[in-house]
């Protein structure tokens, strides 16, 4: 186990988790008011580019950040009104949104830096790491923490902000009350629309953050489709977190675990297009896995309840 | 979760709607060329050329085959108010299968391309029929199932090519060539029989959707999959047959373009053209209906095809009509919505 477990697995598995951190709690955010955005991967890749314009001409990172953020969510208006106020079907909107995407950051690749593929450039200024002394020799939580940006820091936190807010505020009640019963939100009052809206958008946001740190966090680079399904692996995170940020943030620690993993094993000789479908074998997995517990705690009642002749399943009262 | 698309967005899509977002995407499109400092006129009229002109015009036909085989493979679950996602996977599967075949079965040309046609449609069908199974044995949403087990199919004949198959000869990331009897018999100019097979795949998806009891339950599914239920079709059983039957079109597809104009699997060459999303955006045009996808289908061939002109006569880079294609579709999904609203 030893063997396995070393300083760098934990350490590029926390740096794995956190795009798919930050964008996992924007679809939280999203799936709460109920809007299912399935646009993270698209998303992402926006913000991506972005930082690495933003960073190429303020050379600074947070000038990367800042812009990351803000494409990000002007990118996001699409969903936010086209899902809400015209009432589009939020599926296929995004699935618009995820090519358009793709198609407008290598659009703006070949015009603006006349490159395509992979573009980095000396005047791209990276996230710095920051490094904590007392941190580094203290095993597991210094290994993975030791040394990360701080959109790391930022995305474990806002796991903290999410659930407390989500939770234990009257906002949060709000934003869930818009989600689970609109109508009744409506009836006291609540702006649904305007409640969706400015959370996709603000979701949009974190969904930039995302981006930044995957084209800003490691190496200072952007390449075509760079976000390379982690957006999809977000919004099975939320799925198979239930939109609660806590169970989320751990499914997330399982793909980036997964994502860390393979890259041990190509160190191992296994050719990197093998390992690099770890993480999905582990999505896959888990998805599985989930729907069997949940299967099994609604069933075991019933069977539990099931009489010799009882036909008809009872009806399982939820309250 | 509200996943599957069950109130079909864009159901009841008439001519204007599709001619408005065209024009709403051009106009976009050309502002966007305007501002990278290029005449957005000069760069449609090369696309109008390079898709059209007569000399031009095989090599749109050559373009829409695997196009329209994408767009039928998307249209046929999108009937029944299903998302295959994974069309890049099963048609990797595919093209890797009928590689695979004639490089090591002896025998006469035509029968081991039959073989190898054959046997690509089954293993990418069977691979498809495996989403559907993720969503009816194991609770996962078909888009999903569908989209994640892409990924390892891509992944694993990726590394197959790299290692075990990798033509030693070239030292490329490609199998060795299929021999010259097992390649798909060409037509004229780039084009080959897999137009043809394409051709009557349409027809025949089309005669099922129309005519059939098949095609009936497909589209009963679509319009209200609870009451297909009641009404006694076997939704499990429908969903797998339904995935199976898209999943060997994709096979097929990715079969074609190995027998037929590459005559060897190479690595990510399937992929680079993004046939599946495009054909993907053409099903969403139409909402599955076979006709209008096909349609929509051919006309994202001409615009692709009428890119690589323009990128050649222009400095304008071909993805625009990539953007270009997004752009109709999100216009017509949120228009769509608007016309839901006033009724």
Not at chain 1, 114 to 131: C, M, N
Not at chain 1, 221 to 244: C, H, K, T, Y
Not at chain 1, 271 to 298: C, F, G
Not at chain 2, 75 to 91: C, E, T, V, Y
Request: net charge positive; charged share 10%; proline share 5%.
């Amino acid at each position: 186990m030893s063997g396995l477990i070393t300083p760098f697995l934990i350490q590029s598995a926390v740096q794995a988790i956190t795009p798919i951190l930050l964008a996992s709690l924007a679809g939280v955010l999203c799936g709460r008011v109920g809007v299912f955005n399935m646009a993270l991967e698209g998303q992402m890749l926006v913000g991506a580019f972005a930082a690495i314009v933003g960073s190429y001409y303020t050379h600074s990172a947070a000038g990367g950040v800042a812009a990351a953020m803000l494409a990000a969510l002007i990118f996001s208006l699409i969903l936010a009104y086209g899902a809400t106020v015209f009432r589009g079907d939020a599926v296929v909107i995004c699935i618009g949104m995820n090519l358009l995407a793709s198609g407008l950051t290598a659009y703006l690749l070949r015009v603006m830096f006349g490159v395509s593929g992979t573009f980095s450039d000396p005047a791209i200024v990276g996230l710095a790491k920051i490094r904590i002394a007392a941190l580094q020799d203290v095993p597991i939580i210094g290994w993975g923490f030791g040394r990360q940006t701080i959109l790391t820091w930022a995305a474990w936190a806002l796991v903290a902000l999410v659930s407390v807010v989500l939770f234990k505020t009257p906002l949060g009640l709000r934003l869930r009350g818009v989600g689970e019963q609109p109508d009744a939100a409506e009836t006291l009052g609540i702006d649904v629309r305007a409640y969706r809206v400015v959370t996709v958008l603000v979701a949009g946001a974190l969904t930039g953050l995302a981006g930044a740190q995957l084209s800003l966090g490691a190496v200072s680079v952007f390449a075509e489709d760079m976000s390379a399904g982690r957006g999809w692996i977000a919004v099975v995170a939320v799925m198979l977190g239930r939109a609660n940020p806590l169970y989320v943030a751990a499914a997330c620690a399982l793909f980036g675990f997964a994502d860390a993993f393979s890259i041990r094993l190509q160190s191992q000789g296994l050719p990197n297009q093998l390992t690099d479908i770890a993480p999905y074998v582990v999505t896959l997995v888990a998805l599985v896995i989930s729907h069997r517990r949940r299967m099994r705690a609604i069933l075991s009642p019933e069977i539990a309840a099931a009489t010799p002749g009882g036909a008809a399943a009872p009806q399982p009262d939820a309250h | 979760m509200s996943a599957a698309p069950q109130a079909g967005v864009l159901r009841r899509l008439r001519p204007p709607s599709g001619a408005i977002a065209i024009l709403f995407a051009a106009i976009v499109g050309g502002a966007l060329v305007f501002a990278s400092g290029e005449n957005p006129a000069e760069a449609y009229a090369q696309i109008l050329v390079g898709a059209l002109a007569w000399d031009n015009l095989p090599n749109t036909l050559n373009w829409a085959t695997p196009l329209v085989g994408m767009t039928l493979v998307a249209s046929i679950p999108l009937r029944a108010g299903m998302i295959n996602l994974g069309g890049d996977g099963q048609m990797v599967i595919g093209g890797l299968v009928a590689a695979i075949i004639p490089i090591y079965l002896p025998g006469p040309g035509p029968m081991v391309a039959t073989a190898a046609l054959l046997g690509a449609a089954v293993a990418a069908g069977l691979y498809a029929a495996l989403a559907a199974w993720g969503e009816t044995r194991h609770g996962i949403p078909m888009l999903i199932s569908s989209l994640m087990l892409s990924y390892p199919a891509v992944g694993i004949a990726s590394s197959i090519v790299r290692f075990p198959m990798r033509d030693t000869t070239t030292g490329l990331p490609q199998t060795a060539l299929v021999p010259e009897g097992a390649r798909l018999m060409t037509l004229s100019g780039p084009l080959n029989v897999g137009l043809i097979l394409i051709g009557a795949i349409a027809l025949l998806v089309l005669f099922i959707d129309r005519r059939t009891v098949a095609g009936f339950e497909l589209r009963m599914r679509g319009t209200n999959v609870r009451f297909a239920g009641y009404g006694g079709v076997r939704l499990d059983a429908q969903a797998m047959r339904v995935m199976f039957s898209s999943g060997t079109i994709a096979g097929l597809v990715g079969a074609i373009i190995v027998l037929g104009s590459q005559f060897r699997f190479i690595d990510d060459a399937l992929l680079t053209p993004a046939y599946t999303w495009s054909g993907l955006m053409a099903a969403l045009l139409a909402n599955g209906e076979p006709a209008g996808a096909i349609l929509a289908g051919l006309f994202f061939a001409a615009l692709q095809t009428g890119g690589f002109a323009m990128q050649r006569e222009t400095s304008v880079p071909r993805v625009l009509t990539m953007v270009l294609q997004s752009i109709v579709i999100l216009f017509l999904a949120i228009r769509h919505g608007v016309e839901k609203v006033r009724g």
